[in-house]
């Protein structure tokens, strides 16, 4: 009796410390010296920020069973503690009274009093009895209390599944997801914590005259497409059907839940570069710059100038530009140390070495294995190739390259010995572009629907053999198609047309590629799922806390995208071809992609790259040995799925436990009805009933939103930056015979290859846009890491996470001996640049390597 109640007076009069860490406002919006005022004068007034704890174990009947809150306590030494006016944390005391009936918390209240709104990464309570240590990772915005419809609650890293979740906890976490959805109506604003979707019907701007005018994507069989965040901004004016715009100079307070956008250091670099690379200030400028100087560049070396000297800007427009009221500060970004202006690039990765090297046959080829979009070469299964057109609209597509084109280019195999021994090879840009040739050539883009064949050398590189180049009919589409085929020639004014025949595939791939395998198939598929995810996955969710990293930042760099380079007149459709035809192709695009076929194996088996093979270390067994990306994706998709099948087999012991798992059937029911609403009849779709299931659909998420992301985007400038290598504008078509044109091809080689392609405006805007997107933040958080070592309280998934970055370290020494091994020839190519873009880790800036978590850029 007497220890009892000694032990009920020591509980009684204990004290919990806390510790709280967050960012003030006034460090993260550029030292805004006014919000630390305020907060100081609120301090003074008593107006604070208050923490209550919430019992995980015992609930109060009169309050919907929610678990029993504790005595407020408060944020202590706000005051004292300020921090400097540079970006940094800030930590803070706040200590709570032991309360017997409470015993473990599970949740914690916070009320922000103040002005002003804060970033809360973390609180963290030392000695509770019984328990020890307890985490809450917050790693979000509070807004003043009067912005909430309810008190922000923040629940510890332990992880629940729903019918685990203790039962005082069990309301709050139910209320939470409420929340988040929203009410689906009304304008949404930066305190609003809502995920909810829309149709990308925000790209246009029809006020502003019928050019502007662009369809609605989503919501029509004609033109599905995945939905994106909703922001709730009125219809414009023109067309009740098209959301308005914001029409600032970044769109940088376009909606997105507060807690999604970029912290203070990826926000800090995105601007530093996006000042220098996208502002509408540096398009003026760009312009001004060639209205007085010639918009052409004469020769390759004039290209490279571009990295090896820069371009002066003249004084007459600096001295204009400073008359218009641009900011001195944007002409900072290009003054050289001398104080001259100059508008200078980093040199190029396909450059940097051999300047010319870019122009062989097998270079060209070896891209398409190693390249910035090396998911579009296939095996060649038939020959010639066939169309999957629809003949009765578009007549007779099927490819016109007969077996004397290639024949004697085989290395002595006949065109059925190199198609039985898996010689044969195509990146075809045929049917997907066909469709809209005639429309794109309507505008200052000329351009074929192509397709390229290439053959397997002995030692593994590949060589093209033939190039088909194909317009419509000119008496119309079902005619079918009128073809040209175009074979190697080295010397003379047949060696200049190759070269052009080839840059005119380059186009085309560089345009599908931004457009589908980059941006579709990466940034737009994923969105869904990171709604979704927020909608109907609690954070003490095991799946929630899963995924949750991979989406970092994701619908940040959606929402950018959309406002300055997929809209009306956006920088991709200045500087890609389809122009303003752009989404609506991706759009066809879409309608045939199936997310079963996403996971790395199956896409690349799809393909016919990759064969089922038991006796291989990843399980299959690639028809190019030598193919760099494949290589590595095979052993990063191995290294994901074995980390997700351990995550997820701590939580589900069987079958039936992801079938009655309340959350995941209605996460996965909103991805395929809503995120993907056009597809959600298709029959592919995973029923979500097995372990297998969910391992395979976690798997692909991951792998999108990481691996395949990293894979095609981060050799943007290495590969593309240089924009002779990587056109993505053809702007006449190829010369006939007997024309001045063809003349000028003999006379001035480069200078006719150059004006058929972007001109030099539209090069040096489209190197500033990938020079952007290529490059890592400082804040960047790489595949096998987590921000916080205490992001799960669980011990099992801490240790598995543990292998998956071993692994992750393995893969990359592979990949360093791999690079090292002449023998594999196209790790590097005649351009000597390794193949790094899967390699997991990287530096901030150009890197040409490294493996974010999430689709940040």
Request: net charge negative.
């Amino acid at each position: 009796m007497i220890h009892h109640f000694v032990d009920s007076l020591v509980h009684h009069n204990k004290k919990i410390e806390g510790k709280v860490v967050l960012m003030k406002k006034n460090v993260l919006d550029f030292n805004d010296v006014g919000a630390s005022l305020l907060d100081r004068f609120d301090e003074l007034l008593g107006k604070k920020v208050s923490f209550q704890l919430v019992s995980s174990v015992n609930a109060e009947p009169g309050n919907a069973l929610k678990g029993k809150l504790g005595k407020t306590a408060y944020m202590d030494n706000w005051l004292t503690n300020l921090p400097s006016l540079t970006a940094g944390e800030s930590a803070f005391k706040v200590t709570f009274d032991w309360e017997e009936d409470i015993g473990v918390p599970g949740a914690i209240i916070i009320r922000n009093e103040h002005h002003n709104q804060f970033f809360l990464k973390s609180v963290t309570l030392e000695d509770v009895p019984g328990v020890g240590t307890i985490n809450f990772l917050c790693n979000s915005w509070v807004y003043p209390a009067h912005r909430y419809t309810k008190d922000r609650i923040f629940f510890t890293n332990k992880t629940y599944l729903p019918h685990e979740t203790p039962g005082p906890l069990s309301k709050y976490r139910q209320e939470e997801l409420e929340v988040l959805r929203g009410t689906g109506e009304g304008k949404l604003e930066e305190w609003d914590r809502v995920y909810d979707y829309a149709y990308y019907n925000d790209l246009g701007a029809p006020d502003k005259g019928p050019e502007y005018v662009r369809p609605v994507l989503g919501g029509s069989a004609e033109l599905p497409y995945p939905r994106r965040g909703r922001t709730g901004r009125p219809p414009t004016s023109a067309d009740p059907n098209t959301e308005s715009r914001i029409p600032i100079l970044l769109g940088l307070d376009i909606y997105v839940p507060r807690d999604e956008k970029y912290g203070h250091l990826k926000m800090a670099d995105f601007l530093g570069y996006a000042l220098k690379s996208l502002s509408q200030d540096v398009v003026a400028l760009l312009e001004s710059i060639l209205q007085q100087t010639p918009n052409e560049f004469k020769s390759f070396q004039d290209q490279l100038d571009v990295f090896e000297k820069g371009i002066k800007i003249p004084h007459t427009v600096l001295f204009e530009k400073i008359k218009e009221n641009i900011p001195l500060d944007l002409f900072k970004a290009f003054l050289q140390t001398d104080g001259a202006p100059l508008l200078k690039y980093p040199m190029p990765s396909v450059i940097k070495e051999d300047r010319s090297a870019w122009k062989t046959d097998e270079e060209f080829g070896r891209e398409m294995l190693a390249g910035v979009n090396p998911v579009i070469i296939r095996r060649l299964e038939e020959f010639p190739p066939i169309s999957k057109l629809d003949p009765g609209t578009y007549g007779n597509q099927h490819s016109t390259i007969t077996k004397e084109h290639i024949q004697h280019n085989l290395d002595g195999l006949s065109v059925d010995e190199a198609l039985k021994r898996k010689r044969l090879f195509i990146l075809d840009h045929h049917d997907s572009l066909m469709p809209y040739v005639r429309r794109i050539n309507t505008t200052s883009s000329k351009i074929y629907a192509t397709r390229t064949i290439v053959f397997l050398k002995e030692d593994g590189t590949l060589k093209p053999v033939a190039i088909e180049l194909s317009l419509p009919h000119p008496n119309g589409d079902h005619y079918g198609a009128v073809s040209k085929v175009f074979t190697p020639a080295h010397h003379g004014v047949e060696a200049t047309v190759w070269q052009l025949a080839k840059a005119f595939v380059a186009v085309n791939d560089s345009g599908y590629h931004q457009l589908v395998s980059h941006w579709l198939l990466t940034h737009a598929v994923l969105e869904p799922f990171v709604i979704a995810s927020h909608r109907q996955l609690s954070v003490l969710h095991p799946i929630h806390r899963l995924l949750h990293p991979h989406f970092r930042y994701t619908m940040t760099i959606n929402a950018l995208g959309r406002q300055l380079l997929i809209n009306a007149d956006g920088l991709l459709e200045k500087t890609v071809f389809p122009q303003k035809y752009a989404m609506e192709l991706s759009s066809v695009v879409y309608k045939s992609w199936v997310f079963t076929d996403q996971a790395a194996p199956v896409e690349l088996m799809k393909r016919g790259m990759a064969e089922k093979d038991p006796h291989s270390p990843n399980g299959y067994k690639l028809v190019i040995e030598d193919y760099p990306y494949a290589v590595d994706a095979l052993e990063i998709w191995s290294a994901i799925e074995t980390w997700v099948k351990d995550y997820c087999a701590f939580y589900y012991k069987s079958d039936d436990m992801v079938a009655n798992d309340v959350e995941l059937q209605a996460w996965w029911k909103e991805i395929r009805e809503e995120g993907h609403g056009d597809k959600k009849d298709e029959k592919w779709w995973p029923e979500m009933k097995t372990i297998d299931e969910l391992t395979q659909t976690c798997s692909i998420v991951i792998w999108t939103a990481s691996a395949l992301h990293a894979a095609v985007n981060f050799g943007q400038y290495p590969y593309a930056g240089y924009p002779a290598n990587r056109p993505t504008i053809s702007r006449r078509f190829m010369p006939e015979p007997n024309t001045a044109e063809y003349e000028e091809l003999e006379k001035d080689p480069e200078g006719a290859y150059l004006r058929t392609v972007s001109n030099k405006f539209q090069s040096l805007l489209g190197i500033s846009l990938i020079e952007l997107l290529s490059r890592h933040s400082s804040d960047e958080v790489y595949l096998g890491q987590r921000e916080s070592p205490e992001w799960t309280a669980d011990s099992g998934p801490l240790e598995a996470f543990k292998k998956f970055g071993k692994k992750l370290e393995e893969i990359e020494d592979n990949i360093i001996e791999r690079n090292k091994n002449g023998k594999w020839r196209n790790r590097a190519g005649p351009v000597e640049v390794p193949y790094t873009l899967l390699f997991p880790t990287s530096d901030p800036g150009l890197t040409g390597r490294g493996v974010p978590n999430s689709i940040s850029i």
